[in-house]
């Protein structure tokens, strides 16, 4: 089991706030950032439970299908990946780097894929592989929000903690742990309908039956100085893993200003929605900011080829 040691760095800002980022991409070179939290507890359960093979979903260039393969090959587990869309003639580096770890995968059509909670889906997996411990997508059960709790250390005293936000899963655990004082802010690099606060709410619910926790959405941002904990997608720019030229062209500056490399997808929409919310002074005055690097460090590569014929790449 991977050691957790928190490493915090300074971020350079000409602002009064006080901003550090909690390093969780140094903490394994596969299996980084938020994805190892939230997979410690389900390794746990599935081993109570006496299961030795895990089954998990995910894109073709998934962080948690990279991590889950890593993460399994450590600890003797057989994993399969349920990969959404059609088998490519050629595998990416994310599936071919998974293939390599012992990874079983399996390619469904996106219509198939949207039924990965059913039960009669379900049940044809292990009419196919036999029986196994599942994992949702993202890690976005129980066990993933338990995992996540451990993240921040009750003495940090923070004001604001921000993480990316995909499930919603991390924002939740950090949620549930963080001190009365302190509001857990959640960027969601998803366009659509603001519905990661109700989900997030839903699987505290589950989790911790007695939580009282309520999360805003988008209208957080509408008060004159942001309260509480809130998931907001006003920072999701075109989407999950669009292309924009801002967010390359604020990716490269912050890089070169702290030497800390982010990712397309998540942190870099969340470093960007960190620094606007100072310029609008959206957060309390002089206030001390946590940004949680959540990893996904393994999908630059992915983008990259996606949009090599874009400019600034």
Known sequence: MISYSPIIHKIQSNSLHTIDMLRLDLIHAEVSGNKWFKLKRNYQKALSQHQKTILTFGGAYSNHIAATAAFCADHQLTSIGIIRGEEPVQLNQTLTEAKRKGM??????????????????????????????????????????????????????YDYVFTACGTGTTAGGLMASARTNQHVIGISVLKGENVLPQDAMRLLKQTIPESTIQINGNEALDQKTIK???????????????????LIAFKLKFEEENKIPLDYVYTNKLVYAVFDLIETKKLKRQSKILIIHSGGLQGNLGFTERYQRMPIL
């Open 104 to 157: 079983h995968l399996y390619f469904v059509s996106r219509e198939a894929y949207d039924r990965k909670t059913e039960t009669a889906f379900i049940e044809k997996l292990k009419t196919r592989f036999g029986d196994f411990y599942l994992v949702p997508e993202g890690g976005n059960n129980e066990e993933g929000l338990l995992g996540c709790m451990d993240i921040l250390n009750p003495t940090w005293d």
């Open 228 to 246: 509480g904990h809130s998931i907001t997608n006003r920072y999701c720019f075109k989407g999950y893993a669009a292309y924009d030229k801002v």
